[in-house]
């Protein structure tokens, strides 16, 4: 939508001549976002009327300006003259308005703990989202593009689109594709983050430094781990140790890192601390490890539709621990 096109519908507006659809969707859009009107005229109406002025007097200097209409519109808004023209004094540029209104439409979907969700993206690529993630993405991925933001762990099946690179963001990573598959694990609070590519091409690299960029081939996986980490080591990528994992069989690749879209938890070589934190994604509980020494023993197996209690009688048979389950609370203990 130009200039011409929203001056035009902001004319109908103040008109009361636009349908209930152009007039609903001008104040959900008006509404959407911070205005710089909106202290000044809580009401729709006057805010509208300010942005009209502001775009149509750039459009007077600029000598792009329609021809006026019969009947003008300042007279009929004569009574929200006052408002809005105090709320003009707001704009600190002739542009500010109709920037605001332009910010693209952002959608979420969600995963709780101890669910999974799948979602469709607009432009035909698929997501499935793990326990405690949540994908936030443009509404008209057409118009503003393809970057999306990951918080948790997403499988991937990216539609081609040789136009429109397609990109994952997450709080430190930025992930490029054009099409393929491949699974991203970047939880905040996890000491790693994975990118697992099983099909097609990515470049990972840090968002605080571009130049740290790692292009991947099927069946490698880059493991960041946070440099504060026991025992990391790599490559030094800033804030992290970098290392490149080699699977030559894609189908290994494929098992181990989509497992948990087939209701499967898979752990290997995890200390409990660790292990507590997929638990409690998986299962929705709080663990707390109350003696730090049971760290010591390390983890790698899988549950099934195992319940917690099933889980964690599992793990007695590796290590020596009780624990005592308080509601959502399972303390665990020498």
């Not at 197996?301 to 009688?313: Q, S, T, W």
Request: glycine share 6%; proline share 5%.
């Amino acid at each position: 939508m130009n200039d011409q096109h929203l001056l035009q519908l902001l004319d109908k507006y103040l008109r009361n001549t636009c349908s209930p659809e152009e007039k609903q969707a001008l104040e959900t859009w008006l509404e959407r976002y911070e205005s710089p009107f909106r202290d000044a005229a809580p009401d729709p109406a006057p805010r509208l009327a300010a942005v009209y002025d502001s775009i149509s007097a750039r459009l007077k200097a600029e000598g792009e300006m329609p021809e006026a209409p019969a009947t003008p519109v300042r007279h009929i808004r004569a009574r929200w003259w006052k408002v809005a023209a105090a709320a003009a004094v707001l704009i600190t540029g002739a542009a500010t308005t109709w920037t605001i209104l332009q910010k693209p439409v952002m959608l979420l979907a969600s995963a709780p703990a101890g669910e999974s969700t799948f979602v469709e993206l607009p432009d035909g690529s698929r997501v499935w989202l793990n326990a405690s993630s949540s994908l936030e993405y443009p509404g008209n991925m057409a118009r503003n593009g393809r970057t999306v933001r990951l918080k948790g762990e997403g499988y991937f099946e990216v539609a081609p689109d040789q136009q429109q690179p397609f990109v994952v963001q997450t709080q430190d990573l930025s992930v490029q594709v054009l099409g393929t598959s491949f699974n991203l694990k970047a939880y905040n609070e996890d000491a790693a983050l994975e990118t697992a590519l099983i099909e097609g091409k990515v470049a990972v690299s840090l968002l605080s430094a571009p130049a740290r960029r790692q292009l991947l081939a099927p069946g490698q996986k880059l493991l960041l781990t946070r440099k504060n980490t026991p025992g990391a080591g790599g490559e030094d990528w800033g804030n992290f140790y970098a290392q490149v994992q080699n699977n030559t069989k894609t189908k290994d690749t494929i098992a181990t890192e989509t497992l948990w879209r087939k209701g499967r938890l898979q752990f290997r070589d995890q200390s409990f601390a660790e292990l507590a934190k997929i638990m409690e994604r998986w299962y929705d509980k709080r663990i707390i490890i109350a003696d730090p020494a049971l760290n010591d023993n390390r983890f790698s197996g899988e549950f099934r539709k195992e319940g917690i209690k099933d889980a964690l009688n599992a793990l007695q048979l590796i290590a020596n621990f009780t624990y005592d389950m308080r509601g959502d609370t399972v303390i665990i203990k020498q």
